[in-house]
């Protein structure tokens, strides 16, 4: 998924593609192909990302008729790492000692959860497998990018008050950094318009997140 378009430029294209087929009533009329109307041939130019270069297509962009895998994997790694996240946030409640490190710790909890559930279902819909999230804090996932390693994590959930709070705001710094590379990962390979969008607000939300947190550690 190399260029991410927003729904209002798809409705924007589609319209167009309506009005190309318009101007084409005056050929002769041609029997339609056992797949259905044939799509304009007319190039269409789409807007790319902010900053980035426009594409030109030879029609109209469609949903894709297979899945792709690249959208399944980052489905299903994505909940391992927002598990991850969740029982870092979790511990935060009683070991932490910073208001503002507990906040922001909470804020994570509530927003990666339900993410965690839509995730779920766009997988489910897609014919994917969800992968167990139980005990995610005793296995092995250092191989994804910013995951804590089993190590890390003990050392963390072993802590309490101002080590905590440091600790805890270093390693989900790393954690929500792996998130966005994940995040970008899939918004340029992938294919599923749902699921670039989803990616795209994870993205957002963690580098808006990950700018709280180094704030945060100037001020312990």
Known sequence: MSHFRPPRTL??????????TGCSESKPETAPSPSG????SVPVIVPGTPGGPNQTLATVPSSPATVDPDDLTFLSDMMIHHSQALVMA??????????????????????QKPE???????LVERGGTPPALEHVEHADHSGMPGMATPAELAKLLNS???AFDQLFLALMIKHHEGAVTMSGTAIEKGADLRIGELAQDVSVTQTKEIATMRRLQKEL
Request: aromatic share 0%; proline share 4%; no cysteine.
């Open 37 to 40: 109307p044939a799509r304009p």
């Open 116 to 122: 965690i559930e839509a995730m779920r279902q766009l």
């Open 160 to 162: 309490t008050g101002k």
């Open 11 to 20: 409705a924007l294209l589609a319209a167009l593609g309506l009005a190309l």
């Open 90 to 111: 979790e511990r935060a409640r009683t070991a932490g000692s910073n208001a503002r490190v507990k906040g922001l710790a909470e804020r994570i909890r509530v927003g």
